[in-house]
């Protein structure tokens, strides 16, 4: 049975960089890639972008400048790090392993951007 | 990039309905399309893959179609617990990106 907890902060100031975690369970990181998607009331779902199971990375080109995934096989954990956040940053985050789809979509990590 | 549009926004119809949403990609996107089921409570599931594929463990009323630009999702006997908004996505390039959802409400 596949199982995603995220954890992170809930909470992240202006111009201050947000990081989560997410630790899967039932499956390897070295059999799936794990994708970034945030919802957010403003824009609704948008791809933020993924860590494949080779340890590649492709992103959302809007992103990509201050986007990084990387991940621990062994610890089966995707680290995902955004950086110089703004009011518009403010979005629900979910981590979700999959290939050519989304497969399994964690809880989400509610992240509000205010000082 | 890819833009996905769901022209109907939110739909009403009756339990036991066959219901059909729709999604339209910018471009063809070579039937590399995906649904997506959101529940009230913001849990998300994997419907449909591939256009057509099922994913393991929906129900099959689900069914989807479609090709170049145009996609559906149908649900052929609506159930209390298929409220929910329904998001297509298109992986055909990156950025991967999804439509604007359609809110299912039960008449």
């Known amino acids: 049975q596949v199982q995603l907890k995220q954890s992170g902060p809930s909470l992240v100031q202006p111009s201050q960089s947000l990081s989560i975690t997410c630790t899967v369970s039932g499956f390897s990181l070295t059999s799936y890639g794990v994708h970034w998607v945030r919802q957010s009331p403003g824009k609704g779902l948008e791809w933020l972008g993924v860590i494949w199971r080779g340890g590649s990375t492709d992103y959302n080109a809007a992103f990509m400048s201050r986007l990084s995934i990387t991940k621990d096989n062994s610890k089966s954990q995707v680290f995902f790090k955004m950086n110089s956040l703004q009011a518009d940053d403010t979005a629900i985050y979910y981590c979700?392993?999959?290939?050519?789809?989304?497969?399994?979509w964690g809880q989400g990590t509610s992240v509000t951007v205010s000082s | 990039d890819i833009q996905m549009t769901q022209t109907t926004s939110s739909l009403s119809a009756s339990l036991g309905d066959r219901v059909t949403i729709s999604c339209s990609a910018s471009?063809?996107?070579?039937?590399?399309l995906n649904w997506y089921q959101q529940k009230p409570d913001g849990t998300v599931k994997l419907l449909i893959y591939y256009t057509s594929s099922l994913h393991s463990g929906v129900p099959s009323r689900f069914s989807g179609s479609g090709s170049g630009t145009d996609y559906s999702l149908t649900i052929s006997n609506l159930e209390p617990e298929d409220i929910a908004t329904y998001y297509c996505q298109q992986y055909s390039k990156l950025p991967w990106t999804f439509g604007g959802g359609t809110k299912l409400e039960i008449k």
């Open positions: 471009q063809g996107i070579s039937n590399y």
């Open positions: 979700a392993p999959g290939y050519d789809a989304m497969d399994y």
